[in-house]
Nanobody
Framework: QVQLRESGGGTVQAGDSRRLSCTLS??????IGWFRQILGKDREFVGA????????DLADFAKGRFSISRDHNKNTVYLEMTMLTPEDTAIYYC?????????????????WGQGTRVTVSS
């Protein structure tokens, strides 16, 4: 079982940037996904990448603002968020998928972190 831990959340102002980290350990997996859950809404897909750091997919709301990468010196993937708006306020989760399935569906991911909260003030 893959274990994941998110970090880097906090409160920022609209227009600011924030980098979230996801540290992984455990058994092998195919790719890593980032999801977020806005209060009162269902969890939604943000983006995904291979363990090597190649971006596989990105949600429409994230295109041009968010990117996913990996620090190749450690077992960590990053979600870089720029031009944040209050609508980006959410709990952000990273997850590991064991197989190459549809990247934007949470059902394809078997291991999840506990999430890190990002609050964007107006």
């Amino acid at each position: 079982q893959v274990q994941l831990r998110e970090s880097g959340g906090g409160t920022v102002q609209a227009g600011d940037s924030r980098r979230l980290s996801c540290t992984l350990s455990g058994r092998t997996f195919d790719h890593i996904g980032w999801f977020r859950q806005i209060l009162g809404k269902d969890r939604e897909f943000v983006g995904a990448c291979t363990w090597s750091g190649d971006q596989l997919d990105l949600a429409d709301f994230a295109k041009g603002r968010f990117s996913i990468s990996r620090d190749h010196n450690k077992n960590t993937v990053y979600l870089e968020m720029t031009m944040l708006t209050p609508e980006d306020t959410a709990i952000y989760y990273c997850a590991a998928a064991p197989y190459d399935r549809t990247k934007n569906l949470s059902e394809g991911y078997s291991s999840w972190g506990q999430g890190t909260r990002v609050t964007v003030s107006s």
